[in-house]
């Protein structure tokens, strides 16, 4: 690449993670990127999940940037329509908007003649080429539905979560949810309210850990607005509380896990026979260790499952036919509508349809990690895709702090490697990248997730690809780190 005055950088997606590069890039370093968006907005996830009762379950002060904070959060745990509030807000704070380009689908990046050729698929269908010398890619892994095929067999609308559509009727219908992760979990309660009776379907049990909600109170809002380091502050002090869940999920035989466990499932179990409902103690007791699947964060999963119009059924579906669900052990039930809160192709969904084309030109990023598990240095760079920077992509995901953390930690390592290279590409070595995920599969022994319970954690074959296995404090340290050697000679070269 030969000098430029301004260098030039696209960014695909518009959730936190992009609107986080795009932040950084004009701060740090003065280049105003050009974002490509699917949608119609600003938001990602935030935008598309619209579900009742969709909200996130880290505190609001640290699901938000470090670089944009918030003294007028609401609730402690804020609702998709606060955090899409928000993210927007501060897009147009900072001209996002104007660099934002909607309707937007980017089908392929080729790496050409020292550059990202982008093919972009306009509103109109007409397909146009853009060249960029830097890519950030921060399409995320929760975007594209997981919908198991048995479920096109149903009469009625079948719902995911993930596409909520609000024009159904569900008053005194009868509903059918199936999923016990997160996103099932916010919904349960809403559906349990309509429903005229619920069929909540779930093979396995989740770890529910009680979340109680704060609401922010005026005065501690003007507060934080006066002082905004307290909100720093504040910050800090959650990271390094969360922070000490990650023994729970490294150290699952240490005694504190054990010990916590035990005190989670006594709590829960001690609410469900005071309920009366003794009949759903062994149905609801875990039958996974805590942390091998992510764990639930609910106020008022237990106040909902023991009501009479919730049947919770374990036995996996085996048919579906008309309206009528059949399960393994020959339960039937019919039902109205089926809302599925089965999560996303996680694995597949950090890339999706988008083809990435790197120095070996006729091999797609895609093609290369369905033959083997991804491969990444500093899980944000790859060998062989020159200046291309992967955000919230394997191995970034954590079971215990804010995935916003781990993007803006990405981020700034991002912009310390193009400081550090004025002139020319940048690309990490094969040998600084295989003793990286040497590093990483290393982490990995002894923790919770390498336990034979399966979790979107895992691809096809069994292999984490989506987690960080350590502290996010040691990920913050090791991307602080910048070692020329472990990079092709072009960055030296000119130094």
Same mark, same amino acid.
């Given at each position: 690449m030969t000098r430029k005055q301004t260098r030039t950088v696209a960014i695909i997606g518009s959730g936190f993670s992009g609107i986080c590069a795009f932040i950084q890039l004009k701060k740090e370093l003065g280049i105003m990127a050009t974002v490509f968006e699917l949608n119609d907005d600003i938001g990602g996830t935030w935008l598309t999940s619209t579900y009742p009762g969709c909200a996130c379950d880290v505190p609001s002060q640290l699901y938000s940037l470090s670089t944009e904070l918030n003294p007028s959060w609401s609730e402690k745990f804020s609702s998709q329509k606060e955090i899409k509030s928000y993210l927007q807000r501060v897009c147009e704070k900072n001209k996002m908007y104007e660099n934002t380009r909607f309707k937007s689908k980017v089908k392929s990046a080729s790496w050409l003649d020292g550059q990202w050729q982008l093919k972009i698929e306009k509103?109109?269908?007409e397909i146009e080429t853009v060249s960029f010398d830097f890519l950030f890619s921060g399409t995320g892994s929760l975007r594209i539905p997981h919908i198991p095929a048995i479920f096109k067999n149903f009469d009625g609308p079948v719902i995911h979560t993930g596409e909520w559509d609000a024009?159904?009727? @569900?008053?005194?219908? $009868?509903? !059918?949810?199936? *999923? #016990?992760?997160?996103? !099932?979990c916010q919904i349960f309660p809403y559906l349990a309210k309509e429903a005229s009776h619920l069929y909540l379907f779930q093979r396995s049990t989740p770890w529910i850990i009680p979340q109680v909600q704060e609401t922010i109170s005026s005065r501690k809002k003007a507060i934080y607005s006066i002082?905004?380091?307290?909100?720093?502050? @504040? %910050?800090?002090?959650?990271?390094?509380? @969360?922070? %000490?869940? @990650? #023994?729970l999920l490294g150290y699952p035989n240490s005694n504190y896990a054990k010990s916590t466990s035990e005190k989670i499932w006594k709590s829960n179990r001690n609410y469900i026979i005071e309920s009366a409902r003794t009949d759903l103690v062994e149905k609801l007791e875990p039958d996974s260790?805590?942390?091998?699947? $992510?764990?639930?964060?609910?106020?008022?999963?237990?106040?909902?499952?023991?009501?009479?119009n919730v049947s919770l059924i374990k036995s996996p579906i085996q048919?579906?036919?008309?309206?009528?669900? +059949?399960?393994?052990d020959g339960s039937e039930c019919q039902v109205d509508v089926i809302v599925l809160g089965t999560g996303y192709e996680t694995q597949e969904g950090v890339l999706g349809e988008l083809e990435i084309i790197g120095k070996e030109q006729g091999r797609s990023l895609t093609d290369l990690w369905k033959s083997? !598990?991804?491969?990444?240095?500093?899980? +944000?760079?790859?060998? *062989?895709?020159p200046n291309l920077f992967l955000l919230l992509g394997p191995y970034t995901l954590t079971g215990h702090l804010s995935v916003v953390l781990m993007a803006e930690i990405q981020v700034n390592y991002a912009i310390k490697c193009m400081r550090e290279n004025q002139n020319t590409t940048i690309e990490p070595t094969k040998e600084a990248q295989d003793k990286y995920m040497s590093k990483l599969q290393k982490d990995f022994e002894g923790t919770i997730w390498q336990t034979s319970c399966s979790s979107w954690y895992k691809n096809r074959s069994g292999v984490i690809t989506s987690l960080y296995p350590n502290h996010v404090t040691r990920f913050w340290w090791e991307l602080g780190q910048f070692k020329r050697t472990d990079y092709v000679k072009s960055l030296t070269q000119d130094q």
């Open positions: 509103e109109d269908g024009s159904i009727e @569900y008053k005194d219908k $009868r509903i !059918a949810l199936v *999923g #016990s992760g997160s996103s !099932a002082f905004p380091f307290l909100i720093t502050l @504040y %910050r800090w002090f959650l990271i390094l509380y @969360y922070e %000490r869940m @990650y #023994s260790p805590i942390g091998c699947r $992510r764990i639930v964060f609910s106020r008022n999963f237990y106040e909902t499952v023991v009501q009479d048919q579906i036919k008309g309206n009528l669900i +059949t399960t393994e083997k !598990a991804p491969e990444l240095y500093k899980s +944000t760079m790859i060998h *062989g895709f």
